[in-house]
């Protein structure tokens, strides 16, 4: 616990960015800030249009102009490069903002695969901090009210959804503390020490620097809600690189749950943890257990998201409303009319209170991931019997509630004592036009998906071997095949004996290295986000503008290969290519690109064991091998064109059974070709239709189609007669493979 001389809560981005800005210009010595993202172009100041024109990264800039003791130090989580399109570009790619020298931007990339860095926390000269789950960024700014026709909520003209949330403002002494998690970081990340302002200020004059600490940081117009108290700091770190991490976070859920007497109110952007679960389950269990309100976004960010982290939260639910016998436990929405179809109010919140007794705001969501696998900061404070602060906490549940549900706090307040709980309250200050709503339509999933979606909230680091367990069960036929590594082999010369290459163990300790990373690869496509920042129109816009970088040809030629390991639609990166450079060049490109993946595969599989090929393809590929054996470079080329199998494994094969590599590259060439020049046309003429839509060629598109629909069906028909022709040969000793 760290001590508090002043702390106050700030509900919704306009509340938080009007009290940064008051602190940041009292800055004298350093402002730290850490985030899971930040964006120069960040309006912080939207009551007015005049406000409106302060954005973050000039601000920032400016005052590091003013004051050349001001150091600004920006660390941010080095999110994976493909997610950057809807980012803004690095200061050092030269493009966008560009920081003043006493600025200090850099990313942190020490978080384990699949994890991020999420602690959302700024602090000024380790005497007043910020913490909670706003970044500065775009899409965080809103009002309390959260008008659904609000002018100054958009981003480059595009309105966006109202946007809920909390930060936790506090001076002292857990300022401080927060300023050595971030200098920690910074250091972990960067290498570089970082001084406290207080090791600064001593190279200055005596009385300089007694007179900078009598200035408060606090920001002028922020009304204290609390004095004297202390703080509680939990965070959660994952283990790695030998670190053992932190789990503070959920070690204090569980505590916490554990003490409610009467009511757990919580409000979280996601709710999927399974530790926390169980807890608010046994509690349901019990009969004088806490009533529990849940507060939760109605709509997912994408049908990625549906299918993942609103999937799994769906499971939660019905389990705490299958534990609730005693009809305590609520999961609504906040619901506001006039919003726009398919949108809703983004509750991004990531808080907890207890009674009356515990209030905790922080980064950390209600997900497995921000458990033990992103690293996350929560403050928390308890009464421990102070009526000040027990009357505070009422207080910023009313104000929750109150926003929720339309009404004046004094009215909830006043409703919560006279119906005695929070649910009768919710109930009797019902409107149709805002309220809050149960969360009623909850999808059916089968046990299979559940468990194989978990993947995208994992509580700890996943690994390789995690990955095959969640992905490639093992089935009752392979387990025999273990155990009789004959039997299901119908010519004796396939048969391979235990004690040959492989032990007696399965295949998996030779493949886990290849096959798994192609999985996780393919998860990181499949059920993360990814595919919604790779939407076509987002490219095109992109294209165009960095399309004139003199490195960006050769990143462009290069990002086909990790694209063919990941199943990602190549595609895509052709019709980027056609919009930066235009056809010609967009062909070249592309065609270049596709034949460097093509050999890196190639490559791949002649440096892998052949058996081992053999055993990772499997017989579904005996026809992508016997073919190859027999046809050469015609058979190449049909796989290409007509696909029997992703195209890298395709590489991988080639390489393997050692097939001539000017066949194998000339056939890769000439297979592709066809689609090649379709998305080329497809991109020049999506192209054109931007520009001007009556320029548009659609007998160029047709004939296109045409051509490839005839090539198609012409070679698909060859390669099935080919495969079955040399199946009736039969395949002689698999170590030729």
Same mark, same amino acid.
């Given at each position: 616990?760290?001590?508090?001389?002043?702390?106050?809560?700030?509900?919704?981005?306009?509340?938080?960015?009007?009290?940064?800005?008051?602190?940041?210009?009292?800055?004298?010595?350093?402002?730290?800030?850490?985030?899971?993202?930040?964006?120069?172009?960040?309006?912080?100041?939207?009551?007015?249009?005049?406000?409106?024109?302060?954005?973050?990264?000039?601000?920032?800039?400016?005052?590091?102009?003013?004051?050349?003791?001001?150091?600004?130090?920006?660390?941010?989580?080095?999110?994976?490069?493909?997610?950057?399109?809807?980012?803004?570009?690095?200061?050092?790619?030269?493009?966008?903002?560009?920081?003043?020298?006493?600025?200090?931007?850099?990313?942190?990339?020490?978080?384990?695969?699949?994890?991020?860095?999420?602690?959302?926390?700024?602090?000024?000269?380790?005497?007043?901090?910020?913490?909670?789950?706003?970044?500065?960024?775009?899409?965080?700014?809103?009002?309390?009210?959260?008008?659904?026709?609000?002018?100054?909520?958009?981003?480059?003209?595009?309105?966006?959804?109202?946007?809920?949330?909390?930060?936790?403002?506090?001076?002292?002494?857990?300022?401080?503390?927060?300023?050595?998690?971030?200098?920690?970081?910074?250091?972990?990340?960067?290498?570089?020490?970082?001084?406290?302002?207080?090791?600064?200020?001593?190279?200055?004059?005596?009385?300089?620097?007694?007179?900078?600490?009598?200035?408060?940081?606090?920001?002028?117009?922020?009304?204290?809600?609390?004095?004297?108290?202390?703080?509680?700091?939990?965070?959660?770190?994952?283990?790695?690189?030998?670190?053992?991490?932190?789990?503070?976070?959920?070690?204090?859920?569980?505590?916490?749950?554990?003490?409610?007497?009467?009511?757990?109110?919580?409000?979280?952007?996601?709710?999927?943890?399974?530790?926390?679960?169980?807890?608010?389950?046994?509690?349901?269990?019990?009969?004088?257990?806490?009533?529990?309100?849940?507060?939760?976004?109605?709509?997912?960010?994408?049908?990625?998201?549906?299918?993942?982290?609103?999937?799994?939260?769906?499971?939660?639910?019905?389990?705490?409303?299958?534990?609730?016998?005693?009809?305590?436990?609520?999961?609504?929405?906040?619901?506001?009319?006039?919003?726009?179809?398919?949108?809703?109010?983004?509750?991004?919140?990531?808080?907890?209170?207890?009674?009356?007794?515990?209030?905790?705001?922080?980064?950390?969501?209600?997900?497995?991931?921000?458990?033990?696998?992103?690293?996350?900061?929560?403050?928390?404070?308890?009464?421990?019997?102070?009526?000040?602060?027990?009357?505070?906490?009422?207080?910023?549940?009313?104000?929750?509630?109150?926003?929720?549900?339309?009404?004046?706090?004094?009215?909830?307040?006043?409703?919560?004592?006279?119906?005695?709980?929070?649910?009768?309250?919710?109930?009797?200050?019902?409107?149709?036009?805002?309220?809050?709503?149960?969360?009623?339509?909850?999808?059916?999933?089968?046990?299979?998906?559940?468990?194989?979606?978990?993947?995208?909230?994992?509580?700890?680091?996943?690994?390789?071997?995690?990955?095959?367990?969640?992905?490639?069960?093992?089935?009752?036929?392979?387990?025999?095949?273990?155990?009789?590594?004959?039997?299901?082999?119908?010519?004796?010369?396939?048969?391979?004996?235990?004690?040959?290459?492989?032990?007696?163990?399965?295949?998996?300790?030779?493949?886990?290295?290849?096959?798994?990373?192609?999985?996780?690869?393919?998860?990181?496509?499949?059920?993360?986000?990814?595919?919604?920042?790779?939407?076509?129109?987002?490219?095109?816009?992109?294209?165009?503008?960095?399309?004139?970088?003199?490195?960006?040809?050769?990143?462009?030629?290069?990002?086909?290969?990790?694209?063919?390991?990941?199943?990602?639609?190549?595609?895509?990166?052709?019709?980027?290519?056609?919009?930066?450079?235009?056809?010609?060049?967009?062909?070249?490109?592309?065609?270049?690109?596709?034949?460097?993946?093509?050999?890196?595969?190639?490559?791949?599989?002649?440096?892998?064991?052949?058996?081992?090929?053999?055993?990772?393809?499997?017989?579904?590929?005996?026809?992508?091998?016997?073919?190859?054996?027999?046809?050469?470079?015609?058979?190449?080329?049909?796989?290409?064109?007509?696909?029997?199998?992703?195209?890298?494994?395709?590489?991988?094969?080639?390489?393997?059974?050692?097939?001539?590599?000017?066949?194998?590259?000339?056939?890769?060439?000439?297979? @592709? +070709?066809? /689609?090649?020049? =379709?998305?080329? $046309?497809?991109?020049?003429? !999506? &192209?054109?239709?931007?520009?001007?839509? *009556?320029?548009?060629?659609?007998?160029?598109?047709?004939?296109?189609? @045409? +051509?490839? /629909?005839?090539? =198609?069906?012409? $070679?698909?028909?060859?390669? !099935? &007669?080919?495969?079955?022709?040399?199946? *009736?040969?039969?395949?002689?000793?698999?170590?030729?493979?």
């Amino acid at each position: 616990m760290e001590k508090a001389q002043r702390a106050a809560f700030l509900v919704d981005g306009d509340d938080y960015f009007r009290a940064f800005v008051e602190a940041a210009r009292k800055a004298k010595r350093s402002i730290l800030i850490s985030g899971w993202d930040f964006h120069s172009r960040t309006r912080l100041l939207c009551r007015d249009r005049k406000d409106c024109e302060l954005e973050l990264g000039d601000f920032l800039n400016e005052l590091a102009r003013r004051n050349r003791h001001l150091h600004i130090h920006i660390l941010i989580w080095d999110y994976p490069v493909i997610f950057g399109l809807d980012r803004e570009w690095a200061p050092f790619y030269g493009l966008g903002w560009k920081p003043y020298r006493r600025v200090h931007f850099r990313y942190d990339n020490t978080h384990p695969t699949g994890g991020s860095h999420h602690q959302k926390i700024v602090v000024i000269d380790d005497a007043v901090a910020f913490n909670g789950g706003i970044d500065l960024t775009y899409r965080r700014w809103d009002t309390n009210d959260h008008s659904p026709d609000n002018e100054y909520r958009q981003v480059k003209g595009t309105a966006y959804p109202p946007f809920h949330d909390l930060m936790m403002a506090v001076e002292g002494d857990v300022a401080r503390s927060l300023g050595d998690i971030v200098r920690e970081r910074w250091r972990k990340a960067t290498g570089e020490v970082l001084q406290p302002p207080a090791a600064q200020r001593r190279v200055f004059r005596r009385k300089a620097a007694a007179e900078e600490m009598k200035t408060s940081r606090w920001p002028q117009s922020l009304a204290a809600h609390l004095n004297d108290v202390e703080v509680g700091i939990s965070r959660t770190a994952p283990a790695v690189n030998g670190d053992p991490g932190v789990r503070e976070i959920e070690a204090l859920y569980l505590d916490m749950i554990a003490a409610a007497r009467n009511s757990i109110y919580i409000e979280n952007q996601y709710f999927t943890a399974d530790k926390v679960g169980d807890a608010l389950a046994a509690r349901l269990a019990e009969p004088d257990g806490p009533e529990i309100i849940v507060v939760l976004r109605e709509l997912s960010h994408g049908w990625l998201e549906e299918l993942t982290m609103q999937t799994l939260r769906t499971r939660l639910v019905q389990k705490l409303r299958e534990a609730d016998k005693y009809n305590r436990f609520r999961a609504c929405y906040p619901f506001i009319a006039g919003l726009k179809e398919g949108t809703c109010i983004d509750v991004h919140s990531k808080m907890i209170v207890i009674d009356d007794d515990l209030v905790r705001i922080g980064s950390a969501n209600l997900a497995n991931r921000s458990m033990g696998m992103d690293t996350e900061c929560d403050l928390t404070i308890e009464a421990r019997g102070r009526k000040d602060i027990q009357e505070q906490i009422r207080g910023l549940r009313s104000l929750l509630l109150a926003e929720h549900l339309g009404f004046e706090v004094q009215q909830v307040s006043e409703a919560i004592a006279t119906a005695g709980n929070l649910r009768d309250a919710m109930d009797r200050l019902h409107r149709e036009d805002r309220t809050l709503k149960p969360l009623n339509e909850l999808p059916q999933v089968s046990d299979t998906l559940l468990n194989v979606i978990s993947v995208a909230d994992p509580e700890k680091p996943v690994g390789l071997a995690d990955l095959a367990q969640i992905f490639s069960p093992r089935s009752p036929e392979a387990s025999m095949a273990d155990a009789n590594p004959g039997a299901f082999v119908t010519d004796r010369s396939e048969q391979i004996e235990p004690s040959e290459e492989f032990g007696a163990g399965p295949a998996w300790g030779k493949i886990a290295g290849i096959a798994l990373v192609v999985i996780a690869l393919t998860a990181l496509w499949k059920l993360t986000p990814l595919h919604v920042y790779l939407e076509g129109n987002r490219i095109m816009g992109w294209a165009r503008e960095v399309g004139q970088t003199w490195w960006v040809p050769i990143l462009t030629v290069l990002a086909f290969t990790p694209a063919s390991y990941v199943m990602f639609p190549r595609p895509l990166i052709t019709l980027f290519a056609v919009i930066a450079y235009g056809p010609i060049w967009g062909f070249v490109i592309a065609m270049t690109g596709i034949q460097v993946a093509a050999w890196s595969s190639y490559v791949a599989g002649k440096r892998l064991d052949p058996v081992t090929v053999r055993r990772m393809a499997g017989a579904k590929l005996d026809k992508i091998l016997q073919v190859l054996r027999r046809r050469g470079l015609l058979a190449m080329t049909a796989l290409r064109l007509v696909p029997l199998a992703p195209f890298a494994v395709e590489g991988v094969v080639a390489g393997a059974i050692r097939m001539r590599l000017w066949e194998f590259l000339l056939g890769t060439a000439i297979g @592709i +070709l066809p /689609g090649t020049l =379709t998305s080329t $046309v497809f991109g020049d003429q !999506l &192209s054109t239709w931007l520009d001007d839509p *009556r320029r548009i060629n659609y007998w160029a598109i047709a004939l296109v189609l @045409i +051509l490839l /629909g005839g090539a =198609t069906w012409l $070679v698909r028909r060859w390669l !099935l &007669s080919a495969a079955s022709t040399s199946s *009736r040969h039969g395949v002689s000793d698999p170590r030729a493979v």
